[in-house]
């Protein structure tokens, strides 16, 4: 009697073991198998979602911005020049980012729309346009204008520099969702300052009114001057971290982690006609780094 309750009791335990496993494999197969079903994590919160690997080769550019992506002073005196643009260049001797990246289809699927003067709330309207050439990368290049005022009081305040921006980056992410943006840090204005300034032909220019908050009375280092410059100097920096906060936020911008603040622009790199804008080979040096940022397969630290 012992051994057929034993038997009886061992044939039930099978049975419900049985019975357990097939549940267990309907549920997997419910799921798909043995992956983890999709939804909430073990904490509750959704999974983040995987950042877009950055496409090192993309295969159409428009470039937005202002007087320095269109070459302004490479050329000739007080004009633009876009043949020589860092982004969409075509003179052999800058090699712009277009022609590193694109070659021989560069003039063809390169576009500039920026615009000398132009200022972060004139960006919406440049992105507007942009958007028409379906581009897969876009370069952004803006913030001079916004501190090159008449006096340090008429600059942009941060809080208006980074509502423009952001307003910028929504109108482009309405229609170009999936684009990539290279955002480059706005130039270090005091040490184009101090480069220029001992150019007597570059400081006649500036009196005509190039960035007055930063080259009026070039050679004034007394303590107001030199806390004009300072201001000026500050409003920059803060620019720059609007533009690095504003990109970290969308998934396929990148920054250029100050790389173009950080140049330091020498006599050879500044244009002979205004000493303060990029020359032909500053144009050159800019698109270097931009190429060097595109192509890297991760950000810059």
């Given at each position: ?29 419910a ?55 860092w982004?969409?260049?075509?003179d ?74 952001q307003e ?43 960035c ?24 920059v ?65």
């Amino acid at each position: 009697m012992r051994n057929r309750r034993h038997r009886s009791r061992a044939v039930a335990a099978l049975a419900a073991a049985a019975f357990l496993g097939t549940a267990s494999l309907t549920a997997c197969d419910a799921q798909g198998g043995n992956a983890s079903a999709p939804g909430p994590s073990a904490h509750g919160k959704p999974s983040p979602r995987p950042t877009p690997a950055w496409d090192t080769t993309p295969r159409s550019l428009v470039a937005i911005g202002d007087s320095i992506t269109r070459g302004f002073d490479a050329c000739s005196v007080l004009s633009d020049c876009p043949e020589a643009s860092w982004a969409t260049g075509t003179d052999a001797e800058v090699r712009s980012l277009a022609s590193r990246l694109l070659g021989k289809r560069a003039a063809s699927h390169s576009w500039n729309h920026a615009k000398t003067g132009a200022r972060v709330a004139d960006l919406a309207g440049q992105v507007e346009r942009a958007v028409v050439e379906r581009p897969e990368l876009v370069t952004v290049m803006v913030g001079a204008n916004d501190a090159c005022r008449s006096t340090p009081a008429a600059m942009t305040p941060v809080a208006r520099f980074r509502a423009d921006f952001q307003e910028a980056m929504r109108t482009l992410r309405r229609s170009l969702p999936k684009a990539q943006v290279y955002v480059s840090s706005v130039p270090d204005l005091k040490r184009l300052w101090s480069q220029g300034r001992t150019n007597a032909l570059g400081k006649q220019v500036w009196k005509l009114g190039i960035c007055s908050a930063m080259l009026a009375d070039p050679d004034d280092l007394g303590a107001e001057a030199s806390e004009r410059r300072e201001s000026v100097q500050d409003r920059v920096v803060a620019y720059n971290e609007v533009l690095e906060e504003v990109c970290e936020k969308d998934r396929r911008c990148r920054y250029d982690g100050g790389a173009v603040f950080d140049y330091r622009f020498d006599g050879d790199q500044l244009s002979h006609w205004d000493w303060f804008h990029p020359s032909k080979n500053g144009q050159a040096r800019l698109a270097e780094l931009a190429y060097r940022q595109v192509t890297a397969r991760k950000p810059p630290a």
